[in-house]
Nanobody
Framework: QVQLVESGGGQVQAGGSLRLTCIAS????????MGWFRRAPGKERELVAS????????HYVDSVKGRFTISRDSGRNTVYLQMNNLKPEDTAVYYC????????????WGQGTLVTVSS
């Protein structure tokens, strides 16, 4: 059974940095798309960044381009989200997601980690 465990959230001031970690277990993830989503208070969940486990192609939402970097360590089955120059509007619960080649209906989610950015 696939499990995702996030860590690294916390409270920082605007301009600060955090690194989120997602440890994946339960299978090999070749062919998966790994993503970081967030849900801010009163807003819909949105995809922040994603990375193909095989090949490493990445995608970012426009609002985080140039500030956030997604990466993965295949040997450790871990996905990271390095967040720099954080802004108050980045405040949200961040979720790790593993989407198999079969599609999003089979996605697995982590429990979420809270990021709070104060001005």
């Amino acid at each position: 059974q696939v499990q995702l465990v996030e860590s690294g959230g916390g409270q920082v001031q605007a301009g600060g940095s955090l690194r989120l970690t997602c440890i994946a277990s339960g299978r090999t993830f070749s062919g998966y798309t790994m993503g970081w989503f967030r849900r801010a208070p009163g807003k819909e969940r949105e995809l922040v960044a994603s990375i193909m486990w095989s090949g490493g192609a990445t995608h970012y939402v426009d609002s985080v381009k140039g500030r956030f970097t997604i990466s993965r360590d295949s040997g450790r089955n871990t996905v990271y989200l390095q967040m720099n120059n954080l802004k108050p509007e980045d405040t949200a619960v961040y979720y790790c997601n593993a989407e198999p080649p079969e599609g999003s209906r089979y996605s697995v989610w982590g429990q979420g980690t809270l990021v709070t950015v104060s001005s």
